[in-house]
């Protein structure tokens, strides 16, 4: 009995390190990630084989694993920079990235796990400088928050070319004018809104004018060939018509015939 406590030290001491020798053997890789398998008497970082996968992995203790996370990510930059004419602006953006899934140990060893500080956000501040320097504060204002979304974008992917980091998108969110700058482009813009509209008003009037001139003299052509079209072969021609007509009325009337002026008939009623 008083031999056991000698025997179940080392007996608990050898469980202690295989537990530990178990613990640093296995590795568990969470869903949108990947491994870095960093070898350390084999070469160090393995980039001539895949990622580890997600899962439960055994590697030898003496290794290292280097989880990245390989599904895209946001990260949201406020930046300064100048426009073409030298003015400040202030420029929010996000940018959806994403690791090279293939290349994840070459970006290990050649960038490190703080490449997003390192790579990204230096790549994505040289765009927007790049591009927002070929604008005016006018263009800016106006509508070309897609047009520098693109070109940012582009920019940014000439950048990382080759450098194991994929740009899916870059969302430019606002862009701010210095106050003084702002307040003139608005009244510029006000100003030239207010004369649209005046000459759209001239030009309404200016229209109508013309059709009512036109109206005009439509009416004043049609009067004069009619007046010349009046004879008094007409004029006795349509009274005849009317007094044939006036004869067939069941009304009470007396019809007197070559008495009136210049021929006419006379009706007459009980009226």
């Known amino acids: 009995m008083n031999n056991l406590p000698k025997i179940a030290l080392p007996a608990i001491f050898a469980g202690i390190i295989i537990i530990i020798i178990i613990f640093k053997s296995t590795v568990t890789i969470g869903s949108g990630e990947a491994g870095v398998l960093y070898k350390t008497f084999g070469g160090g970082v393995v980039t001539d084989q895949p990622p580890m996968n997600e899962g439960f992995h055994f590697v030898a203790p003496w290794n290292d694993v280097f989880v990245y996370e390989v599904r895209q990510q946001t990260i949201d930059d406020r930046m300064q920079v100048l426009s073409s004419n030298g003015l400040e602006i202030k420029l929010d953006a996000s940018t959806w990235f994403q690791p090279t899934y293939a290349s994840l140990g070459k970006l290990h060893r050649e960038k490190g796990e703080k490449y ?121 021609e349509k009274g005849i018509q009317a007094t044939i007509e006036l004869s067939k009325s069941n009304n009470a009337k007396t019809v007197i015939i070559g008495t009136g002026k210049e021929g006419m008939p006379i009706i007459l009623g009980n009226q």
Request: aromatic fraction near 4%; hydrophobic fraction near 35%; charged fraction near 35%.
């Open 116 to 236: 997003i500080q390192r790579l990204l956000k230096p790549a994505v501040l040289s765009a927007a400088r790049a591009v927002v320097g070929r604008y005016s504060p006018e263009q800016l204002y106006a509508s070309k928050r897609e047009a520098i979304q693109q070109e940012m974008l582009e920019e940014t992917q000439d950048l990382l070319d080759s450098q194991y980091v994929q740009v899916n998108e870059i969302l430019v969110r606002d862009i701010s004018l210095p106050p003084t700058i702002k307040d003139a482009i608005e009244r510029k813009l006000k100003q030239e809104q207010e004369s649209l509209e005046y000459e759209f008003r001239l030009t309404k009037a200016q229209k109508e004018a013309e059709r009512q001139r036109i109206e005009a003299e439509g009416k004043a052509r049609a009067n004069t060939i009619l007046s010349k079209s009046l004879t008094d072969k007409v004029l006795q």
